[in-house]
């Protein structure tokens, strides 16, 4: 199980180090602070997102679901808040860093497949 975090953090400093490469409004200093923004975006993801995730159901339906890139942006900026070091500068690099970031975790789960 742990081992499993540990790949699927590293998976994610892998999708936030591309979002920074590519997008000019994300930022870190260094690879310790991209890996403690991956740990700390997957606490967020399975702690606060399933509360904002029903708090925002009836905009995400009304939208076809596409709102869940703004609550997936809003957990990016929640990590750059409280994370000194990594910073995103407003909502639509917040949106690419979600899309590039969800892209990159999904081929990832493709590649590392879960045995149950």
Request: charged share 10%; aromatic share 10%; proline share 3%.
């Amino acid at each position: 199980m742990l081992v499993r975090f540990i790949l699927r953090a590293l998976i994610a400093a892998l999708g936030l180090w591309l979002a920074a490469w590519l997008i000019p409004g994300v930022r870190y200093d260094t690879v310790t602070t991209l890996l403690i923004a991956a740990v700390l975006l997957g606490i967020v993801n399975a702690l606060v997102r399933p509360i904002v995730f029903v708090l925002t159901l009836p905009l995400t339906i009304v939208t076809l679901g596409l709102f869940l890139l703004v609550v997936n942006a809003a957990m990016i900026g929640l990590v750059a808040f409280f994370l000194k070091g990594f910073a995103v500068d407003g909502l639509i690099p917040g949106v690419f860093a979600a899309i590039i970031t969800g892209v990159v975790s999904w081929l990832g789960q493709m590649l590392v497949k879960e045995e149950r």
